[in-house]
Each structure stands twice: as C-alpha cells, then as structure tokens.
C-alpha cells in the first residue's frame, strides 16, 4: 500500500454548474495546503459527480520536512560588556528562546553581527496532521451558493451524508457537525444505493463502476461523446454539441445511458437557433445535424439511470421536447403577424433601468451616437446603421426572445429579414450584441460593430452617470465585459475613434438624466478603460511597466495605444533602452514642481547645452512625424539618440545654476524633452536596473 490519500465528500445533488470550478479550487487548495505544511507529495486528481467530491493523491509523505528556525537577537556589541560578560540583552534573548547564552550563534548580516538562535523543528506525523488539514480543506471549497440545512452551523453547496478519509488505507478520523469519516461510500442512489467498503483508491474506483458510479468526470465526458456520436451516427448525422455544454451533461450524471430521440420534422421549419437553443440550453440535449450543417429531427439525451426500457425513456424526452417546440412554433407563428418595426413603440413600455428610462430612449440615444460614429468612420453604412439602430432592441418585446431571453439579436435578426430589411440591417441587430462573452466573437461587419460600440458606450455612460458603476466584487450590468468589447472592436475594426469622442457624445445625449459632471464621468469612464485594457494586454504576455508607460499617457486612442506598447515592448530589445530610459527618467526627476518652460537661446552658454538643443530640435521634428504616422519604432529610435547629449548635459552643466534665469533656462530645455518623451510613454514607469 502506497502513501495514497483518498478523501471523498458524499452529498445531495450538486449543481453542475457549480462542479467544473469545483474541482479547480479544490486542487488549488489542497496543494496550497500541503504546500504550506512542508509535506512532501504527488500529483493531485480531484473529481466530481453530481453526488460527490473526490480528492486523490498518489503518495503523501509519512512526516512533515523539519523546519529550522532562524531567530535574531542583539547586537554583538551591545550583547557583551567590556570584560566579555554577557549583557542584560543577551541574557534576556537566551532565555527567551531556551537556551544557554554559551548556545547562541553569531549571525552576519548587512547590518553587522548579531546573536542569533537556531532550532529545528522536527516534523510532525503526517496523520496527526490531515484531520485538521481534509476538515480545512472541505471548508474552504468555495461555491456560487451555498446552505445550511437541519440544524448545523456548517453551510455547504447541499448537505453532507457521508465522508470517506483513508491515508495509508487507514480511516483519517475526523468529524464534521455529526458527520463521522469513515471507510464507506456509496453506490448510484438509484441502481445501486447501499453502502460499500473500501480499502484504496484502485478499490474505491473499481467498486464505484461496479455500483454504477463513474467517478472521473474526464471518462464520463469521453464516454458521453463516443455513445452520443454512435447514436447521431446511427440515423445518418453528426453530433452537434460545444465543449460547455459536454462539460454539463457530464456532470449532471454518476453513469451516462445514451438515449436517442426524434421530433416532428415541421419543427424544422422554425429557425435553427430556436431548435438548438431548446434543446442545448433548456433540455441539455445533443442536436442531430447532417453534414452540410443541417439539423436532422433527432436528437440525443443522456440519462443517469440504467432503464430496462430504453424506449419508453426515448419517448419520456421526446414528449417534454415536442411540448417545447409546440409553445416555440406558436410563438414563432404569432411574432411573424407583428412587423418588427412596429415593436420599436413598445419598447416605451420596456423600462431599462429606473434611473435611465425606457428601452425606447435608450434606443434613440444610441442611435444618434451610431450615425455619429458611422460619419466619422466608415460613411458608407451610416444608412444601413440608423435603420439597424433603431431596429436593434426590437425583438426584446416579441413572444420568442420573452420566452427564449438567449435568442435577443438572433430573433431581431431572423424577423428583419422576414420583413424585408437588407441583410446588412438584418445583420447588424444580430452583431450589436457581440461579443456575448469574453474573448468571444466580434462583428464583422461594420454595420454590426458601429451599433454594438454604441449600444455598449451608452450604457457604460449611463450607469457611471447615476453612480452605478462596477465594484470590486460585483459587476450587475456586465460593464466590464461591455467596455472590452467595445475595445477589442475598435483594435479589430482599427476604427480611427477615440474614447474621448464617444463619451462626450454620450454624455451630451443623456439631457440632463446623468447626476455627475460630464468631466467626472469621462475621467471615471476613462479609468475604467484603461484597467480593463491594461488587464486583458498583460494576460497577454506584454510585460506590466511596458503597458503602464504607455497608458498613462493617455488611453483615448486605443490603436494607437496598441501601437506604441508593441512598440516600446520591441524596443526594450535595444541596448540603447535602459540607457535612455534612465536618462529620461534622470530628467523628469530634476523636472519636479517646474512649470511654464520658455528657451531662450541667448542663455544658451555651454557646449554641451547648445549641443543639446540642437539635436533635440533636429530628432524632435523627426520623432513627431513618426508619432503622426504611428511609426513608432521609428520614434523609440529616434529618441534613442538624445542619450549621449543628454548625459554630457548632466556632466557638463549645473543644471540648477544660481543665476535665476539660466537655471530656468536650462530646466526648460530638460521640460522641453521631458514632454517629447512623453508623447510616447512615461519612461518612469519602466522598471530598470539603475
């Protein structure tokens, strides 16, 4: 028997939804743990069914690593008197750590000698210590939601019924409430509810399956996919499934059964975004598509119980299917009699948010800020842009997206080409919404991605403007989500837009709602973006003081913020990079509290300052032009040549002269390049060796 730790959590039903992080946070926690306690182990396997939590380790050291401890007492000098005898403060030390003064060590340290005391701890028993660490361990496993039931104190995703603790193929006695650890778990509670005993995690795993429990969610999901592609294979079509949702299902079920069902083929008829999205998101069941991508009128359901009847289950599906597919047929039925235009009036109905009024106003604000936008960017589509504007929300009041909220934008899209609107509007209502999740996918069309802009400024404006912006720990009105969106299309669209511009016209079409300054809500806004920005470009790779240079000089212009960080992180291969930035960083130190810089080259009176200026007037023509034209490599290189003058400057000349104006002289030189630097970035932001 190896060192194997196994500790299993049996409990009610556990949300999948809650089950995928589980398992993350769990081995997170553990290895932490452990890590923390200097024991010695393996590799991690935790999993998670629907029933339970599992913990496994393949070997676990036997006993804690010994720990020396380094105390550091007075100095030596002051810890004997002249004759050699120890001080008070030496005495004191020793007795405070137990010891004898003649055990005390001298320690060197960069302050000098000092007394010092060393002991070693040596290393507890790893089983005395893993009660404490698994109870630890079950408690901080954390959940979306969590509850206390009967009349304990614990709260725990659902109750506990059971808990299993072997190290060594020994019980780990622990007790949680009146929960005692044992060496049982538990079958299916349906095909094989009894309890069962086990002697190890080889064991645990193999008396599981036999009880029809499929412990490891990584097999269950292989199992579920291969069944369900045989099932969709064996009616001449093709698995249509996403990893979320193979995530899902195979954690609402302990033992997968495949089952195969059919629907009416008249369903078809109903937009292939309904069909799926009732069958995915509301019934977790697989779509049946043939190979050009269309559905078939079949589809696949995993169950978590053996029936003896596999066709009486099939046809249990089928029936709570066909009833969702009867209400979603008549409402599809029902919205095609109402133009999609005439639903804009009844958004005057349909409250936004108490503080910003209706649905309808916010659909005129942004439909203005849209036709603004397409005028600046792409003039072409700004007709196809206000008539996709103010259709964009329409949808929100038709049958299907009040019954199917995850259709909003598909609907508005399917319906504006029942009635008739160009593919391009038809388009744009269903791009406004993208990108729906993080890192998802952007509008490709500039229609689609000029609205989406809008519609997601205007409410980024709008919340900030009543003081409703996201906190630390809660973010209600996806704004974050909203303000990378509106980032990753502007990168993506490389639109010539700029922050500044579209909270000004934002702010100007609120009239009067907003309870903030203009001024205050842009510096907030901007603020905003500017962490959101400076988050998603270091999960990137680009390094933190590189991305901080830049935008603290501004965020406005996304693109050319981009430009400049890519840049200047390319440029920090350059020898001339520390150099030039200390350099610059000399210079904005001497610059503090100075303020209206004016050269006057009559004061110019050294070698090394008229050399100076001279090559600063020469690189800074070339260096905004490079600016201007978004070369800033070029730039970067161009700066890079203000280094050695700079620093025969500082060699050469007392900056801070006693003579009143050719110390101001000199500091308005010095303020002058100060200030092309920082046309680029803030060189004191990047982290160097001098």
């Known amino acids: 028997m190896s060192n194997e730790l196994l500790f299993e959590v049996g409990t009610e039903e556990i949300p999948a939804g809650f089950l995928s992080k589980a398992v993350v946070d769990m081995e997170d926690i553990m290895r932490k743990s452990l890590t923390e306690k200097m024991i010695p182990f393996e590799g991690i396997k935790c999993m998670a069914t629907p029933r339970r939590l599992v913990l496994y380790i393949a070997d676990v050291a036997q006993k804690q690593q010994d720990q020396t401890i380094e105390k550091i007492g007075p100095a030596k000098k ?19 750590q137990g010891l004898e ?20 701890l040596a290393g507890q028993p790893t089983a005395t210590l893993l009660p404490d660490i698994l109870t630890s361990f079950l408690l901080a496993i954390p959940f979306r939601k969590s509850m206390r039931w009967a009349n304990y104190d614990l709260k725990f995703a659902r109750p506990i019924h059971w808990i299993l603790a072997l190290y060594c193929g020994n019980v780990v006695p622990l007790k949680i409430e009146d929960i005692v650890s044992g060496n049982t778990s538990r079958g299916h509670r349906f095909m094989s509810p009894d309890a069962f005993t086990v002697s190890g995690f080889d064991d645990y795993l193999n008396k599981s399956r036999q009880n029809y429990v499929i412990t490891d969610q990584a097999e269950r999901k292989k199992l579920i996919l ?11 079509g093709k698995l249509f499934y996403t990893e979320d949702l193979l995530d899902t299902i195979s954690f609402i079920v302990e033992y997968p059964v495949i089952v195969r069902g059919g629907f009416d083929e008249n369903y078809l008829q109903i937009p292939k ?44 599906n089928e029936r709570v299917l066909r009833a969702r597919l009867a209400d979603a047929s008549f409402f599809f039925e029902e919205d095609k009699k109402v133009p999609l235009e005439t639903r804009v009036e009844s958004l005057k109905k ?3 948010h108490t503080l910003l009024g209706t649905s309808h106003q916010k659909v005129l604000r942004f439909r203005k800020l849209a036709v603004a936008i397409a005028q600046k960017v792409q003039p072409a589509v700004k007709k196809n842009v206000d008539r996709a504007a103010l259709l964009a929300k329409a949808d929100l009041e038709s049958l299907m997206v009040g019954e199917f909220s995850e259709l909003q934008g598909i609907m508005g899209r399917e319906y504006a080409l029942m009635a008739g609107e160009s593919p391009a509007v038809a388009g744009a209502i269903y791009e406004h919404y993208l990108p729906i999740i993080a890192g998802g996918d952007l509008p490709q069309s500039h229609e689609g991605a000029i609205v989406s802009i809008a519609d997601k400024i205007d409410t980024i404006v709008g919340f900030f403007g009543v003081g ?81 240079a830049i935008l603290t000089e501004g965020i406005s212009d996304v693109v050319s913020a981009l430009e400049k960080i890519k840049a200047l992180q390319a440029f920090r291969q350059n020898p001339e990079f520390e150099p030039i930035s200390i350099a610059f960083k000399r210079v904005d130190n001497i610059l503090k509290d100075f303020r209206d810089p004016q050269i006057d080259m009559s004061l110019l009176k050294e070698d090394a300052e008229i050399h100076l200026f001279s090559v600063f007037e020469n690189i800074k023509t070339r ?15 161009e700066l890079a040549k203000l280094r050695p003058p700079v620093d025969a400057f500082f060699d050469g000349v007392m900056v801070m002269d006693k003579e009143e104006k050719i110390r101001h002289n000199r500091l308005s030189l010095l303020a002058e390049i100060s200030a092309l630097f920082h046309q680029i970035a803030d060189f004191s932001k990047i982290v160097t060796a001098g």
């Open 78 to 96: 002051s810890a004997f008197d002249e004759s050699g005898n120890p001080t008070k403060a030496a005495l004191g030390f020793a007795k405070g």
């Open 226 to 236: 291969e069944e369900a592609q045989k099932a969709a294979a064996g009616v001449g």
């Open 468 to 548: 409703l912006p996201p906190t630390g720990t809660a973010d209600p009105y996806a704004l974050r989500r909203q303000s990378l969106g509106i980032i990753n299309i502007i990168l993506d669209k490389r639109y010539p837009l700029t922050l500044d511009f579209l909270i000004t016209e934002s702010v100007n079409l609120f009239k009067g709602t907003l309870k903030k300054p203009a001024e205050e809500i842009k510096k907030e806004i901007l603020g905003f973006f500017q962490g959101r920005l400076q988050n998603q470009l270091i999960a990137q790779g680009l390094a933190y003081d590189t991305v901080d």
């Open 273 to 316: 975004e309904v069909l799926t999205t009732t069958m995915i998101s509301h019934q977790k069941y697989f779509p049946v598509i043939n190979d050009a991508g269309k559905l078939l009128p079949y589809f696949i359901a995993v169950s978590n119980t053996k029936a003896r009847d596999l066709a009486v289950v099939a046809r249990g």
């Open 101 to 120: 003064v003649s055990q005390l060590e001298t320690i060197v340290t960069d302050k000098g000698e000092y007394l010092g005391a060393r002991k070693t």
């Open 350 to 352: 349909v409250v936004f």
């Open 623 to 637: 260096v905004e032009k490079g600016i201007a034209e978004n070369d800033f490599n070029f730039a970067l290189t």
